[in-house]
């Protein structure tokens, strides 16, 4: 009774997180989840003790989690995992927006899969049967199942320690089953957990600063350290130093040039009714360095995007679907702005965003990558707080605080973050003209529309700001890019190929330009307007502190690595079957302030 039981909650288990991840129910990822569900049953309970009652309190655990699974899937195709509790804030700040997104079905399915187990257990099992739990009850049906005459193999204390023998090798071989067989949704669950100890035992027990000069030795010996002169992005490198010149780095929400691929979505392609809707983004690729940008995320998990450009670290090293802000960066850590402050010299740093300050933990994040000051939506006045675009505070409200940002500090060197939230899902509203888009689903097409309108809304604010920098005296250079496409769950994207044809490329990633003002007279920077080549958020970092002069090995190698996108996508690094310097670089140099320059120079 005892394994049957065991074998029959495993089986179940595995079939209803399985459903709720993000390939479905296939017979390797069930096979592999049974398996660990069954050594986890097998640890936590023994025929001597109410077993049942044991294995049933797990599966509720396992029910709520697989709810949690499916609802993160649909909102940012990422499965949880152990570094998830600490966004449960950051999701409640906006789940109200999203109940008609809920996927209702699927949750629905494993309640009642729960229920009918359970009902099965009541009438079947010890647990709430006619016995009525009393204690010769219990007395009697542990004589009758009760293991302690049998010894060897079959002793339950000898079950329990090679059940936790083949769980912790479980851990110990993760890459191996994954190249072998699968990686099911909630082994992936379980290397969550693996990540936490690695980086803990990072943190703790390896002296960094050893570590980090052993990894900066190899760095130096790998061919990626060297220049490509083939890419058309260092043409004149290496470039000059600048002390002179502000930096404003635009992260732009669910922004991408969806014009540029209407042919491409939907089965017919979607026709939108209008060609200018991107025109001036269009005429600053043109002006300046431009391209696709390969970025870490789709649907959601901004932060993970913006982590990337300002470190040049990969976010995607540490558990499947974690991010970074929230699960991870704990410390001090080299960016963008700790460079600019560095080798640039009388630099302010500020981060603008018009949503609250612990949102994604900016407020807490922020110090550790160097900026210094933080603009949230308190900072902004109560008509700005009203200037909304459907559920969000617009665009126009960013850059015109940047503007007064860039007012009030004339006389230092500025590296501004301005992030901005109009264009996030759901699209609730329009601001501006409507725009007819054709070929789209009853059910998504007014938000669709909505989006596609809004986006028309940003590109003109982005004119309006740009005119302004074009105006200045002062040396400004320009970085704009979207976090990420918008949801790939709304019908027009996921009836359509392009999101569909397993092509990572073209769910994740957006657009991205590089502009320099009028005032930026640098011969070898104005070589480079017009340059297109396409780039990851990563390799976006390191090559805005090349434009400022940066000639590190390091750079350079995260540079070359991350701007392939066969590197960057490489499914085998990122789960750890295979491993690379630069994983190595995202997962260890985290928390870590590093004087590249000493170490190189070693």
């Given at each position: 009774?005892?394994?049957?039981?065991?074998?029959?909650?495993?089986?179940?288990?595995?079939?209803?997180?399985?459903?709720?991840?993000?390939?479905?129910?296939?017979?390797?990822?069930?096979?592999?989840?049974?398996?660990?569900?069954?050594?986890?049953?097998?640890?936590?309970?023994?025929?001597?003790?109410?077993?049942?009652?044991?294995?049933?309190?797990?599966?509720?655990?396992?029910?709520?989690?697989?709810i949690?699974?499916?609802?993160?899937?649909r909102?940012?195709?990422?499965?949880?995992?152990?570094?998830?509790?600490?966004?449960?804030?950051?999701?409640?700040?906006?789940?109200?927006?999203?109940?008609?997104?809920?996927?209702?079905?699927?949750?629905?399915?494993?309640?009642?899969?729960?229920?009918?187990?359970?009902?099965?257990s009541?009438?079947?099992?010890?647990?709430?049967?006619?016995?009525?739990?009393?204690?010769?009850?219990?007395?009697?049906?542990?004589?009758?199942?009760?293991?302690?005459?049998?010894?060897?193999?079959?002793?339950?204390?000898?079950?329990?320690?090679?059940?936790?023998?083949?769980?912790?090798?479980?851990?110990?071989?993760?890459?191996?089953?994954?190249?072998?067989?699968?990686?099911?949704?909630?082994?992936?669950?379980?290397?969550?957990?693996?990540?936490?100890?690695?980086?803990?035992?990072?943190?703790?027990?390896?002296d960094?600063?050893?570590?980090?000069?052993?990894?900066?030795?190899?760095?130096?010996?790998?061919?990626?350290?060297?220049?490509?002169?083939?890419?058309?992005?260092?043409?004149?490198?290496?470039?000059?130093?600048q002390?002179?010149?502000?930096?404003?780095?635009?992260?732009?929400?669910?922004?991408?040039?969806?014009?540029?691929?209407?042919?491409?979505?939907?089965?017919?392609?979607?026709?939108?009714?209008?060609?200018?809707?991107?025109?001036?983004f269009?005429?600053?690729?043109?002006?300046?360095?431009?391209g696709?940008?390969?970025?870490?995320?789709?649907?959601?998990?901004?932060?993970?995007?913006?982590y990337?450009?300002?470190?040049?670290?990969g976010?995607?090293?540490?558990?499947?679907?974690?991010?970074?802000?929230?699960?991870?960066?704990?410390?001090?850590?080299?960016?963008?702005?700790?460079?600019?402050?560095?080798?640039?010299?009388?630099m302010?740093?500020?981060?603008i965003?018009?949503?609250?300050?612990?949102?994604?933990?900016?407020?807490?994040?922020?110090?550790?990558?160097?900026?210094?000051?933080?603009?949230d939506?308190?900072?902004?006045?109560?008509?700005?707080?009203?200037?909304?675009?459907?559920?969000?505070?617009?665009d126009?409200?960013?850059?015109?605080?940047?503007?007064?940002?860039?007012?009030?500090?004339?006389?230092?060197?500025?590296?501004i973050?301005?992030?901005?939230?109009?264009?996030?899902?759901?699209?609730?509203?329009?601001?501006?003209?409507?725009?007819?888009?054709?070929?789209?689903?009853?059910?998504?097409?007014?938000?669709?529309?909505?989006?596609?309108?809004?986006?028309?809304?940003s590109?003109?604010?982005?004119?309006?700001?740009?005119?302004?920098?074009?105006?200045?005296t002062k040396?400004?250079?320009?970085?704009?890019?979207?976090?990420?496409?918008?949801?790939?769950?709304?019908?027009?994207?996921?009836?359509s190929?392009?999101?569909?044809?397993?092509?990572?490329?073209?769910?994740?990633?957006?657009?991205?330009?590089?502009?320099?003002?009028?005032?930026?007279?640098?011969p070898?920077?104005?070589?480079?307007?017009?340059?297109?080549?396409?780039?990851?958020?990563a390799?976006?970092?390191?090559?805005?502190?090349?434009?400022?002069?940066d000639?590190?090995?390091?750079?350079?190698?995260?540079?070359?690595?991350?701007?392939?996108?066969?590197?960057?996508?490489?499914?085998?690094?990122?789960?750890?079957?295979?491993?690379?310097?630069?994983?190595?670089?995202?997962?260890?140099?985290?928390?870590?302030?590093?004087?590249?320059?000493?170490?190189?120079?070693?």
């Amino acid at each position: 009774m005892y394994i049957f039981y065991c074998v029959f909650m495993s089986f179940v288990m595995s079939l209803i997180y399985e459903f709720s991840g993000l390939n479905g129910i296939k017979p390797a990822n069930v096979f592999l989840s049974f398996l660990l569900f069954m050594l986890i049953n097998l640890i936590i309970t023994n025929p001597n003790v109410r077993y049942k009652r044991r294995i049933t309190i797990f599966y509720f655990i396992v029910t709520v989690l697989a709810i949690c699974n499916a609802a993160k899937v649909r909102f940012q195709l990422a499965e949880i995992s152990f570094f998830d509790v600490k966004l449960a804030k950051a999701a409640g700040d906006i789940a109200g927006l999203f109940l008609d997104k809920i996927p209702y079905t699927q949750i629905g399915i494993i309640l009642v899969t729960f229920i009918v187990v359970f009902i099965f257990s009541m009438k079947y099992t010890l647990i709430f049967d006619n016995y009525k739990f009393s204690k010769e009850t219990y007395e009697q049906c542990e004589i009758e199942e009760r293991w302690e005459q049998v010894d060897g193999f079959f002793s339950p204390i000898f079950v329990r320690i090679i059940a936790l023998l083949f769980l912790i090798a479980f851990f110990i071989f993760t890459a191996s089953i994954s190249k072998v067989m699968s990686t099911s949704s909630f082994g992936n669950l379980l290397i969550s957990g693996k990540s936490m100890a690695e980086n803990y035992y990072l943190e703790k027990f390896v002296d960094k600063k050893d570590a980090a000069a052993l990894l900066i030795k190899k760095i130096k010996k790998d061919e990626l350290s060297k220049v490509d002169v083939n890419d058309p992005l260092l043409k004149g490198y290496p470039y000059n130093k600048q002390t002179n010149m502000d930096v404003i780095v635009i992260q732009s929400e669910t922004f991408f040039d969806i014009a540029k691929y209407q042919d491409k979505l939907e089965k017919n392609g979607i026709v939108i009714h209008d060609d200018t809707i991107t025109k001036y983004f269009r005429q600053y690729q043109d002006e300046g360095i431009s391209g696709q940008l390969y970025v870490p995320t789709v649907g959601g998990g901004t932060v993970n995007t913006e982590y990337e450009v300002l470190t040049g670290y990969g976010a995607k090293y540490f558990s499947k679907g974690s991010i970074v802000f929230t699960s991870v960066l704990k410390e001090a850590t080299n960016s963008l702005a700790s460079y600019m402050k560095k080798y640039v010299g009388n630099m302010k740093t500020i981060g603008i965003h018009n949503h609250n300050a612990d949102y994604w933990d900016r407020d807490r994040v922020y110090p550790l990558l160097d900026i210094d000051e933080f603009v949230d939506i308190t900072k902004f006045t109560p008509e700005e707080q009203a200037d909304l675009v459907g559920a969000w505070m617009s665009d126009k409200t960013i850059f015109d605080m940047t503007i007064r940002l860039l007012e009030q500090n004339q006389y230092t060197n500025n590296f501004i973050l301005p992030v901005t939230v109009q264009n996030h899902g759901p699209f609730l509203g329009v601001k501006g003209s409507p725009i007819e888009v054709d070929n789209v689903t009853q059910k998504d097409g007014w938000e669709i529309r909505n989006y596609v309108a809004n986006i028309k809304y940003s590109d003109e604010q982005l004119k309006i700001f740009m005119d302004y920098i074009n105006s200045r005296t002062k040396p400004t250079m320009i970085v704009f890019y979207g976090d990420h496409k918008p949801d790939p769950n709304y019908d027009i994207f996921k009836n359509s190929p392009y999101y569909t044809e397993n092509d990572r490329i073209n769910v994740f990633s957006t657009d991205y330009f590089i502009w320099f003002n009028n005032a930026v007279q640098d011969p070898k920077l104005i070589a480079l307007k017009g340059t297109k080549e396409n780039i990851s958020s990563a390799s976006l970092n390191r090559y805005i502190q090349m434009l400022l002069g940066d000639e590190s090995p390091v750079s350079m190698y995260i540079y070359n690595y991350a701007k392939n996108p066969e590197n960057y996508y490489n499914k085998n690094v990122i789960s750890g079957v295979e491993d690379s310097l630069y994983r190595q670089i995202s997962t260890r140099f985290i928390n870590n302030m590093i004087d590249y320059t000493k170490l190189e120079n070693k």
